[in-house]
């Protein structure tokens, strides 16, 4: 109806009065009364099937000049501001402009928002609607647009992964910002989408792309915070590097996000050299497909996609976050402890204290500039605090093929099995296991023309298992994607330091290869009083060393390693040698 | 060497006259004296190493000025022309300039034959070097860009399948071509190179494309015969549509290539919508990666990448084609013996009778336009002539995502085992089996953008298996690769009718899908006295008939078929209905 509103608006002044008085009163006023009052609840939801409802019966109300229509719209049935747009724009998204669904969801979310919110500036301009809520429709527009790379979105979430910036919700949305704003480097965006709006918006859009006025968009390093009052956790993007294919970590602090949400607390995906590394496996679903459920979320969704073992983050038990119970995940998030861009580094530090009964999982991710010029560093320490005697498993997920591991692993060459029976686990060959001495394993991958080396170092004993997506799939309905492993088997606290090395070239074309192996001599952990540092040794001799704050407080630390005093104030710091 | 002296001609001028002989007599006149008779069996080899020899030697006495050393070079130790670069020339490519050892290869020995040729063509222009063999050497060179798919080269036999045009050898090879030609497609085929030589001819091409007269490179349907004389096979390149990524089937009736070569007679590539559709899996070789063996081929090149089951052809009883033995297989080759470029359609068949002993492996493949501006129909029939209670194979390798498919498959949904012990069956991971019935079946599967559909036809009760890459490889050295098998478990005398349909889009991102199922009811074949009709009905009721000669020979036909005269003359035809 929104588009049938938009369509009318494009002809009105053409039909003749009677015309015009029968669409009006025969047609579009029932059918806005209907859509108003027939299911209230739906009507005065805060969901975007609310705001959908809500655009039709505000664009009606302007089409036909029924301003009851529109303060309905704007303000809920009672007309005192519980519901309605602007309830919703101030509630659905944060104030860095997140959609708590995830950008999948918030550039769908986004249409009627933005449709809407232009014919409330178009009729009544004195509402100043773009300004409403601190700018949240152009933050809105804007964010959607920093959860991306290389075109598309973060397929956190339930998400179509092919989906990104071309979607027709954001050209309407980067027009209409680009009105608002005047910012060239949205002129950039319009360009990867290709087409415009028909619109005044669009026109400005075209001709000043025309007139080559374009700058790269601004992408940056930024944390949109989750929730109304930005208070539920947040998505934290860093970004290291030039242009658009910069390197980039997308760290998950999120809150559940409702039924689309996964229970993927603490989650991470890694982007580089214009390609995902450590992957989500976003949504089971084939948009569209008769075949495929009729293009419905797929049962693998649930089994498998949702599951916490799906993603980068700690598995408990062999059993998801919150139990898998998406209500229960609604009722928390994690507490986003520290979030700093600094010189040479970005860093992000996150806890949970109820994924699990009893359980706290926290993790502090540094993305660290190198000085060799090679990619930058990815840092992790992933603490997990637990019952004694559990299971504890953190999987990655990544993009390429295997060149090189430390482990020295019993392949299952001519038979393999499931890795589990549950939550997602029934969905894993085994293709491989072994024992980490010491805890710490190396493994090296090579994606498109670059090698990433994974140093895992876990706080105890532990087993590493090479997986595949693919088991307990009758239909076919899983794609293959490779993974590592990492299991604790029998621990209560627990830690696991991760570094993810970008290096070397490959470039079958020139048949160039270089630094195929990894630069790294060792990774290891000294622990001081409240405090950790993690010491990361190149086969140069430098050195880099991160020292933790085991709260994320911000104390004053002294270790003393290798033979020297390591002394800082804070929550974190880097030292390099 | 053959670099260093070009480095030498560019610095001639410039040295002392004492310099100039020293390098000359201590230095560069005992290298080509040593390389010449050091070990004469490499230097009078007819083979890329024998060529790079002779071209370092007649560069050599170019640029010293002694002629003695070019007419070795040319001619031979002997000077008898039974070995040297001439001979080379005639032997090593055929009269369609193709490289037995197939596109991989040749682009590398192309090195080599272009510079000398270049050598040849700035000191003696009298010898016309470019006309010798009418033009073999420009045929050489153009044929190796024919060989390319989306600036990629097929990958038959051992090839690294991200090897295409930007090569630095076919860089100076289309530098080559275009001096000689002046055909502004090579100015395409340039610019999707990115780079060009600092020569004159370099020159030429940059300054041309910058004023613009580039065109597209003139792609076609092309036999290219193998073997000295062209009587030893070939490979045909069937094309149809528009521009470089038109529809393309690559049929390799080859010989054997040597001892690179694939045990892959009458094997299929297929590419359509810039994609490898049916797909050849190439070498097992990770170029200069140290921990993959240093960069050499794999243990898996001969355990599965040369083994017929990799490839999209027969295999009978587990052994792969002249029992994997390539020296068996270098005394023979398919005879072609239908290629013909038609209106509305391309075909090719050939035939070979020693693959396996008291074997007869016989394929047409026809593609074929159609009415409705869908994509290229590929209608593909395999006779296999055998001992009785053979075991007759025939694999299907797809790139993309199983959406949909007849069979009741018996899923190892949580324990899977390898396929066979042995010529590459122990690399293959069952995940389905099921029977066809009455030999019929249907796949579908999802490429990027596009939707194919396999029909399959065997000859008699049938069994289905899906598979895939991975098993019996200790080292991850396996690009993991899903394929469809069909299974002829006992017979002798057997036909495979497949029937390759594009269809169909995807667009999750406008969230478009349009004919994601097939709009073929049923293929079907109806048997003549010495022809074969294969039928194909569309669900819009419209037929497409091919009528097949049982030997390829020109001959009038009459067959009935649903109540219907079907007359033609000829090996072959097709009718429309």
Known sequence: MVYSIQGYDAIRDHLSDRSRERIQNELLRPMAEFLSTDSPQTFQRIHNHGTWAAAAVGMTGYAIDDQDLVERALLGLDLDGNAGFLAQLDQLFSPDGYYTEGPYYQRYALMPFVLFGQAVENNEPE?????????????????????????????????????????????????????????????????????????????????????????????????????????????????????????????????????????????????????????????????????????????????????????????????????????????????????????????????????????????????????????????????????????????????????????????????????????????????????????????????????????????????????????NDPNFNLRTQQGILVRLPSAGQARFVSVIEPHGLYDPAQEVTVQSDSRIESVLTVEGESATLVQIEFTSGARVTVGIDNDHEDRAHTITANGQRYEWSGSHTIFRE
């Open 127 to 471: 509402r100043r609607i773009f300004e409403h809520g601190d700018g949240i429709l152009l933050e809105a527009i804007l964010a959607t647009i920093h959860q991306s790379y290389a075109g598309l979105f973060f397929p956190i979430n339930d998400a179509i992964r092919e989906k990104g910036l071309d979607t027709v919700e954001l050209v309407y949305g980067v027009a209409a910002a680009y009105q608002l704003t005047g910012d060239p480097g949205l002129l950039s965006i319009a360009e990867q989408q290709g087409y415009t709006v028909l619109t005044g918006d669009g026109l400005r859009v075209a001709s000043d792309s025309a007139a080559g006025l374009t700058t790269p968009f601004g992408y940056d390093t930024r944390l949109l915070r989750d929730g109304p009052d930005g208070q539920q956790g947040g998505l934290a993007i860093l970004r290291m590097g030039e242009g658009e294919l910069a390197q980039t970590l997308v760290a998950k602090h999120t809150g559940q996000g409702m039924g689309h949400g996964h229970f993927d607390k603490l989650s991470l995906i890694l982007y580089d050299g214009g390609h995902e590394i450590l992957t989500d496996y976003g949504a089971a679903r084939f948009l569209n497909v008769p075949s495929k459920d009729g293009g419905r979320y797929l049962p693998e969704n649930s089994s498998w996609a949702r599951q916490t073992i799906a993603h980068n983050t700690v598995v408990v038990n062999e059993t998801s976050h919150h139990d898998g119970d998406w209500r229960r995940g609604q009722e928390s998030w994690p507490t986003i402890e520290i979030f700093e861009q600094g010189d040479g580094y970005n860093v992000v530090a996150a806890r949970i204290d109820d994924a699990y009964d009893d359980t706290i999982l926290a993790r502090t991710t540094f993305q660290l500039a190198m000085d060799d010029g090679s990619g930058p560093l990815i840092v992790d320490v992933f603490d997990v605090d637990t019952m004694a005697g559990s299971q504890i498993d953190l999987p990655l997920y990544f993009s390429g093929q295997l060149t090189d591991f430390s482990v020295e692993f019993e392949r299952y060459t001519g038979q393999q099995t499931q890795l589990g029976a549950d939550n997602g686990y029934q969905h894993l060959w085994v293709e491989a296991a072994g024992e980490l001495a010491d805890g710490a394993g190396r493994f090296t991958w090579l994606t498109n023309n670059r090698f990433y080396t994974y140093h895992t170092l876990a706080s105890g004993p532990a087993e590493a298992r090479i997986v595949r997506t693919g088991a």
